[in-house]
């Protein structure tokens, strides 16, 4: 790997924090017990540090540490919720809702349910990103049984109104579920104050490991109830099988006490390298759209449509800058993001649009050297762009007749 790249997509995944590969090291070599070997001290200490860290997650969320299962991470965990809660909930109902923004791991796990015979409503969300409360409410129905809305998008960032949301649902007697890979360990979450029922995380967006999340089930008020979608030894009070990865766990608690630890402070700087980035970008260039949420955003993450300028080529043009035009998941495809469509961003628009994570580890110095590169490679390009040449001659490209031949 090079040394001078500059790595700015930490809504994909982060570097795990040196402190946080510390506290996992003695856990590969000296401290390898298995967290189930009951037997002996190995298993004892290993039993401990999983306690340990469970307790760090509850605390990051407002919940109990029993409220708190270990999985592989967020997509294991989405589909934990959402399927394990229909399976165990058949006879409540089968309608389900979610927004037409979910990451993949929820759109189609709620998918999977349609082809089960379930029915879906996949609500649309304001230009901003942003569920409509009203339409939330009227989709509710005395067969739902799910809420599932995540708490802010991994593509453009817009945080959603949680409490208001968690609100809606209490009254109705229907369970709430979000994806908050995104914001725990970002911005304040708190599953009580918020009607929170059922909540995925994932330690990779927040500078731990990858290959270990949590899942959030609440204990009372209601009682959650899941059905497993693994079976095996019946680790995690049988809902998760399998030998727990108590490296990784100890990684999780760790990132999780050092995020709630520099939360503040991370915000007002992740604010401040955020908003540099974008006046001087838009100082610099003219055309250029901001895609979701500014008041309502995680910190760390803008996503920009540049005119009259191809993606992919502003992409492969930016090679000493780690940026990417879509969600990790998805981005091996040529199909304008679902998300930026969702938003009524057009499908020309969406293609020229790139997400940019901005992180712990990023300097004022290297937001400086994006800004410089993006602006010569984005002036370089539309000097190839006849487009460009017609708007800057004044012509209205809306109202051009173009001819086929």
Not at 312 to 341: D, I
Request: hydrophobic share 40%; proline share 2%; charged share 25%.
């Amino acid at each position: 790997m090079r040394n001078d790249m500059i790595y700015m997509d930490n809504n994909a995944t982060t570097r795990t924090d040196p402190r946080v590969v510390e506290a996992m090291l003695p856990w590969f070599t000296e401290k390898y017990g298995n967290a189930h070997s009951r037997n002996h001290a190995f298993g004892w200490e290993a039993e401990e540090a999983v306690e340990a860290a469970r307790a760090s997650v509850a605390r990051a969320i407002g919940a109990d540490p029993r409220e708190i299962i270990f999985t592989s991470g967020a997509t294991e965990s989405n589909n934990l919720a959402v399927k394990g809660v229909a399976e165990f909930f058949v006879d409540r109902g089968d309608h389900f809702i979610t927004s037409a923004i979910e990451h993949k791991c929820v759109s189609d796990s709620m998918k999977s349910l349609e082809r089960s015979g379930r029915k879906v409503t996949f609500l649309g969300v304001d230009r901003e990103g942003r569920i409509d409360l009203a339409a939330l409410e009227t989709a509710i129905t005395d067969k739902t049984v799910l809420v599932s809305i995540m708490a802010a998008n991994n593509e453009i960032g817009t945080v959603q109104d949680l409490a208001a949301i968690g609100k809606i649902c209490k009254a109705r007697g229907v369970l709430f579920h979000t994806d908050a890979a995104q914001m725990v360990g970002k911005q304040p979450i708190d599953v009580e104050a918020m009607g929170i029922d059922l909540l995925s995380l994932s330690a990779h967006k927040i500078y731990g490991p990858k290959g270990v999340g949590a899942l959030y089930i609440r204990r009372s008020k209601p009682r959650v109830r899941l059905v497993a979608q693994m079976d095996g030894g019946g680790q995690e009070r049988g809902l998760r099988s399998g030998t727990l990865n108590v490296t990784g766990i100890v990684g999780l608690g760790r990132a999780l006490d050092i995020a709630m630890e520099e939360m503040e402070t991370e915000r007002v700087r992740m604010r401040a390298l955020r908003d540099r980035f974008l006046s001087r970008i838009r100082a610099n260039l003219d055309h250029i759209h901001v895609n979701g949420s500014m008041e309502h955003r995680i910190e760390g993450n803008l996503n920009i449509s540049f005119a009259y300028v191809e993606g992919e080529s502003l992409l492969m043009s930016l090679k000493e800058v780690a940026v990417s035009s879509g969600s990790a998941c998805t981005s091996a495809t040529l199909e304008p993001s679902h998300v930026l469509r969702a938003i009524g961003v057009g499908e020309e628009l969406a293609h020229t649009s790139i997400r940019f994570g901005i992180g712990r580890f990023n300097t004022e110095s290297e937001i400086d050297r994006v800004v410089d590169m993006l602006t010569e490679k984005v002036n370089r390009l539309r000097e190839m762009s006849p487009l460009y040449e017609m708007v800057k001659e004044g012509v209205d490209l809306q109202t051009v007749k173009w001819n086929p031949h």
